[in-house]
């Protein structure tokens, strides 16, 4: 059963934030979620583990259903699986490795196939795989080791997408403006990465910089007090109690440097949960804060796409969306400069003040004095809707009749009272599911008002059975 987003209004999916001390079965990518399979016209569905990483279970194949009694005999299959999957070495020993790694004279040796750098121990085991020229593994490149491991590319687990230079700069230099001198790095290796080559080649004021991520090959060139593999999914840090006590010392220092927090997750992953993950980081922030009536919230820049602008505010309600475009060097579409739809539609969420955040004219951005925050050049202010409107970096329209801006290449369509693409379905077409309780389609199960109360509607189909259900 694949997870997506859109499973969570449109095939009845529904993710379940546990409460209290019940702790969840756990894969090879710590803690699973618990997900609810909502049937129509049932006041309950169904509900069982996944894992929090991937949502296609060819990736990590983890089920249970919640109300399943695991053997004694499966648990401990379950675990010595989970073992066997684990990175081939601890932190700390990728750290001595490296140690020994640098101190070699010649001949140094970065395997591609299995993207690890190799002492000369190991040399002949890994003879016949691809390898790294030794010229081209010189300190500068261990720099910068997002250019010598190979991206991860499966869209339904961890596909991993990395800054374009133009982005990571600017990101930054507005927070250097904004005067932080800490930065938490949650799925951002290359501005981590920037960071600390600023710091080496000490032309500004030195950051500190922290990077989670649940790409464990980065353990190979950082340190215990610079990198945690981590779960943003789940709040897992698979490094336990030492790795967790990291963060801690991480947001706690008493120094007065300002502390952010920059996320960049996988766009195919749930809002929910990532913004569950957030607000613990958050929590734990603001409980080490000594100064009385400063700011409760974390600074937060969270990097999404547009179009999950209500989820994002729904979860955040103090968050703002700028108009920056965030581009990719290994993206083949999110790229600055294209036009129209080819646009990068990767924007920053954040609750710092939106004026602050300076974008470079230079780029095509404007400041609208009214909306006090800088747009892009193509968002043109509406006076009826009094905001500049545009998400997509089109110019929109206002619709009399809606009473708001929308796209341009929408229309008005009176049988169904607003405006959507001129080859919608009209009214109660096929394949327009709306709401699983109520059964309208201005809105999903999730914001329904009548959420928690069965439907009368005798007409809806019963849920599928039990037999079916241990099928999929």
Known sequence: M????????GFGIEIVLQ????????????????????CKGEEKGRRFYACSACRDRKECNFFQWEDDKVSEARLLAREEENRSKMPPFTHQEYCSRFRKFLALPLGRRFCQDCQLLLLPGEWEIHA??????????????????????????????????LFADRSCHFLLDTLAKLGYRKVLCVGTPRLHELIRLRNQEGKSDPMKSLLLDIDFRYAQFYGTDEFCHYNMFNHHFFGGEAASGVLRAFLGEEDGEKVIMVSDPPFGGLVKPLAHSFSQISETWRKLQTSEGGVVEMPIVWIFPYFFEPRILECFPSFTMLDYQVDYDNHPLYKHGKTGRKQSPVRLFTNLTPRDV???????????????RYVWSGNKHCTKCNLCPSKDGRVWKHCSECQKCVKPSWRHCQSCARCALPDHPCGNSPGLEGCFNCGSLKHKRRACPLKDKRRTDNKLKSCPSKKKERRQ
């Open 358 to 372: 300076v974008l470079p004219r230079e780029e095509g951005y404007r400041f609208c004095k009214v909306c006090a």
């Open 19 to 38: 409460q209290g001390d019940r702790k969840a079965p756990s894969c090879v990518h710590g803690p699973t979620l618990l997900f609810e399979k909502v």
């Open 128 to 161: 016949s795989h691809k390898m790294s020229q030794a010229d081209d593994i010189t300190e500068a490149r261990l720099s910068r080791p997002s250019l010598m491991l190979k991206p991860l590319e499966n869209k339904k687990s961890n596909a991993q997408y």
């Open 2 to 9: 694949q997870l997506k987003e859109s499973d969570e209004d």
